[in-house]
Every structure is written in structure tokens, then in C-alpha cells.
């Protein structure tokens, strides 16, 4: 069984920063990308940023240069730092992995963190 959990979400000023932190455990050999997506009511859950296990990122326009993914592999950890933070970046926080498990691709997600920016 794979439990994926994040945790570091919580209410911070415009300009400011969060550090959001997932760890996945279970029956996994290698995570072959993990990711961090948001969703604000109202709003479908969307890719925020994407790293795969060869380093290889990618982001949404509208965090470019304002947030960071990165991961340790031996850990299976993943992380987003995130700076500069608008009112527009308030949602839910889900990571998602993908790994390979009976020789398919699988994702799981955590339960999510909820990321609230005040103006």
C-alpha cells in the first residue's frame, strides 16, 4: 500500500513564503515523477509544478519564478518552496506520484494542505 502526505500549508501575508513537505512510504521502488497541484473552491484541480526522477521539472506560467519543486529520492520526499505569494495562490495543495507498480503506471495523492494568502 502507498500513502502519499504533505504537510506545511497554513496562512501567510502577500510576499510571503511557505515551504509545503510530502513523504510517500509503502511498497515503492522508485518514483518515477512527483507533483504538486492546487485547487481553489470553485476551481478544477490544477498541475502547479512537476519534477520527474531524471531532475527535469516543469511549472505553471503563473508560478514561474516564484515557486520551486524539488525531491530526495532516497528520502521519497518531495517539496515546494514557494515565495511571493499572491491572494490567487489560496487553494489546496495535493501532491500526487506516480511510480511503477506491477509494471503499470500508478499516481496516488495526499489528502492536500490548505495554502491561504491574505492580502
Known amino acids: 500500500q502507498v500513502q502519499v502526505v504533505e504537510s506545511g500549508g497554513g496562512l501567510v501575508q502577500l510576499g510571503g513564503s511557505l515551504r509545503l513537505f510530502c513523504a510517500a512510504s509503502g511498497s515503492i521502488n522508485d518514483i518515477v515523477s512527483l507533483s504538486w497541484y492546487r485547487q481553489a473552491p470553485g476551481n478544477q484541480r490544477t498541475l502547479v509544478a512537476l519534477i520527474t526522477n531524471s531532475g527535469n521539472t516543469n511549472y505553471a506560467d503563473s508560478v514561474k519564478g516564484r515557486f520551486t519543486i524539488s525531491r530526495d529520492s532516497a528520502k521519497k520526499t518531495g517539496y515546494l518552496q514557494m515565495n511571493s505569494l499572491k491572494p490567487e495562490d489560496t487553494a489546496v495543495y495535493y501532491c500526487?506520484?506516480?511510480?511503477?507498480?506491477?509494471?503499470?503506471?500508478?499516481?496516488?495523492w495526499g489528502q492536500g494542505t490548505q495554502v491561504n494568502v491574505s492580502s
Open positions: 500526487s506520484i506516480v511510480i511503477i507498480f506491477g509494471g503499470v503506471y500508478a499516481q496516488y
